[in-house]
């Protein structure tokens, strides 16, 4: 198994930026493609963006696209989302996710961290 960590959310004013990391333990972190997704209070749980084992392949939601930028750094055991120009819509609870499968890590993955409250405020 593997255990992730989400860390960096915040509040933050409308048009700025946040970093989230999530710190990976357990099996090999290179092993694993890596997401991120959100909650907003009373909606589905929502797909952000994933990134290969090897950090080449990249994919990313509509909502997002162009704003948001994932990456990661296997030598620490980090995935990253950096956020820029964000919008109060933007404001949830974000969760980072890992599957060795890359057919399934952007709807089912098999592991979750707790998540990080992001608040954008107008």
């Known amino acids: 198994q593997v255990q992730l960590v989400e860390s960096g959310g915040g509040l933050v004013q409308a048009g700025g930026s946040l970093r989230l990391s999530c710190a990976a333990s357990g099996r090999t972190f290179s092993d694993y493609w890596m997401g991120w997704f959100r909650q907003a209070p009373g909606k589905e749980r929502e797909f952000l963006a994933l990134?290969?084992?090897?950090?080449?392949?990249?994919y990313y939601a509509d909502s997002v696209k162009g704003r948001f930028t994932i990456s990661r750094d296997n030598a620490k055991n980090t995935v990253y989302l950096q956020m820029n120009s964000l919008k109060p819509e933007d404001t949830a609870v974000y969760y980072c996710a890992a599957d060795p499968d890359y057919r399934v890590v952007g709807t089912t993955p098999g592991y979750w961290g707790q998540g990080t409250q992001v608040t954008v405020s107008s």
């Open positions: 990134i290969s084992w090897n950090g080449v392949g990249t």
